[in-house]
């Protein structure tokens, strides 16, 4: 007997545990883009990505390393801080505006480093650039991009700073190569990751999809401190080292003259088990609190919404990069990228204002406006 079912689009994506902010996707349809509309908050984004984009590039941007006990830590570290936020102020005028290594931008969040856009849209980078200067934001393209290191500056306005991303290959032909690109293109700055010791963490997730081990990175795997002293000598353009996932490595590196570093664990995607960039800089504000005095530091990893900016901002971070989130936007192309960082701004601009303080700088190394004792309790056994 043949029992006829009615006929049924009604879409149910597994959220993977993300917030449940109300998001209704019955009317989508699997492999469709849907509306934009429907976007209100970050992770909206990454479901609509999940509906819409080959199982396999969902995979390859949504994995993390191995258990993925990071990636899941990232996102979860958010819900035991707590925000302080005092009443009777004048927050009538917020300023949002920063400076990150002195050139100034309208937001203190930005578009970190992710290798190929151009599996969400054929535009890839080149949205992300544009999206980025309309606002004032800051973008720093990944060495590993879709377009090339100039077609992405080529994208930007005539009033745009962009840094740039570069890996430490092996091969230093290449190296030097890349880092003259980068200068000639009028690119101001280097993330250097420093993290992916000559590997690539284990991505399961994305391995399943394509069916094999990770191959060869081709990153140096004898990048010691004297590596790293002769790469400054590459270029002119400041170096910051981007991977910083330990008190002792941020000290080095201050002793060391940089202008800046950039606390991540690669968002879960290296070595799995290593802690959040909150646990982080808690631990470099115990050991060596002079880092934050002396240079500036950047920060991502799990953040979606302006409360997390916020958190990091207030352990000392003096920008705070967004790494999938603008990937998944990009499914909608520029619009997409438009609409998510216009909804992230919003957001800071509430909270700042909700918390009673009218100036994101006064946040910047203010512990007084979190509650950290709860993740201090879990990572030091004490508070
Ligand atoms: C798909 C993907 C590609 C990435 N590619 C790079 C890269 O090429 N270079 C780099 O330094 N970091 C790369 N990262 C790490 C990001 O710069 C950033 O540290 C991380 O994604 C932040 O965590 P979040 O995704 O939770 O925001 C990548 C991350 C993702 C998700
Ligand atoms: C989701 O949308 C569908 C179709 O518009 C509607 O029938 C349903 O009631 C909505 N669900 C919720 C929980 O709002
Ligand atoms: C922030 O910077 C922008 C761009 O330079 C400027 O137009 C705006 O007035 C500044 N806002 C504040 C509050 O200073
Ligand atoms: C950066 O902003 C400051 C303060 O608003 C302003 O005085 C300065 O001219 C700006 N610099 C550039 C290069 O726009
Ligand atoms: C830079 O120029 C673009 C294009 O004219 C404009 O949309 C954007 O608002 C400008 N950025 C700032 C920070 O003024
Ligand atoms: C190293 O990079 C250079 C410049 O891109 C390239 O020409 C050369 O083939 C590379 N060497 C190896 C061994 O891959
Ligand atoms: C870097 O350049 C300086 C100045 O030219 C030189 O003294 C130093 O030895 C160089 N360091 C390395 C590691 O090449
Ligand atoms: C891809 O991005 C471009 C540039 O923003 C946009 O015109 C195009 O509509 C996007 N493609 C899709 C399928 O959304
Ligand atoms: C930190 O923030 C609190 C609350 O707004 C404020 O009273 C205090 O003056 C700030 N401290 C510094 C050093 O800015």
Redesign the pocket.
């Known amino acids: 007997m043949t029992v006829l079912l009615p006929l049924c689009l009604s879409v149910e994506i597994n959220r993977e545990g993300l917030p449940y902010t109300g998001l209704n996707t019955t009317d989508w349809e699997t492999g469709v883009l849907p509306p934009l509309t429907d976007m209100w908050e970050l992770n909206d984004f990454q479901i609509a990505a999940k509906n819409v984009l080959a199982a396999r590039w969902y995979a390859?941007?949504r994995t993390a390393a191995l258990d993925q006990v990071t990636y899941q830590a990232?996102l979860n570290i958010w819900k035991k801080i707590r925000l302080n936020g005092f009443t009777f102020r004048d927050v009538s005028n917020v300023n949002l505006n920063t400076t990150i290594l002195g050139y100034n931008f309208t937001v203190p969040f930005f578009i970190?480093?992710?290798?190929y856009a151009g599996h969400t849209n054929e535009s890839a980078e080149l949205s992300l650039a544009r999206s980025a200067g309309k606002l004032g934001a800051l973008y720093v393209p990944?060495?590993?991009s879709s377009k090339t290191l100039q077609q992405i500056a080529d994208a930007g306005f005539s009033n745009q700073t962009m840094f740039h991303?570069e890996y430490v290959w092996s091969n230093r032909t290449l190296l030097i190569e890349q880092l003259r690109q980068i200068e000639a293109a009028g690119y101001k700055a280097i993330?250097l990751?420093v993290d992916n010791t000559g590997v690539n963490g284990i991505r399961v997730q994305a391995m399943r999809q394509t069916g094999q081990l990770d191959s060869d990175s081709g990153h140096s795997a004898s990048f010691t401190l004297e590596a790293l002293a002769e790469i400054r000598n590459l270029t002119t353009l400041p170096i910051v080292p981007?991977g910083i996932k330990t008190a002792a490595d941020a000290k080095t590196c201050l002793d060391l003259g940089f202008p800046a570093i950039y606390v991540?664990n690669?968002?879960g995607?290296v070595l799995d088990g290593v802690p959040t960039s909150v646990e982080i800089l808690l631990d470099i504000r115990r050991q060596y609190p002079e880092v934050f005095e002396q240079m500036e530091v950047y920060a991502?990893?799990?953040?979606r919404s302006a409360n997390h900016v916020i958190a990091l901002l207030a352990l000392g971070a003096k920008a705070v990069?967004?790494?999938?989130?603008p990937?998944w936007a990009n499914i909608y192309g520029e619009e997409g990228v438009d609409r998510m960082l216009m909804l992230l701004q919003v957001e800071l601009q509430t909270s700042l204002q909700l918390m009673g303080e009218a100036d994101v700088q006064n946040v910047v190394g203010n512990t007084s406006y979190i509650n950290t004792k709860q993740v201090e309790v879990d990572y030091f056994g004490v508070n």
């Not at 990069?321 to 989130?325: A, E, N, Q, Y």
Request: charge should be positive; hydrophobic fraction near 30%; aromatic fraction near 8%.
């Open positions: 390859s941007y990232n970190a480093p992710a290798a990944s060495i590993e991303q993330f990751t981007k991540s690669h968002g995607r991502d990893g799990g953040v990069g967004l790494g999938r989130s990937i």
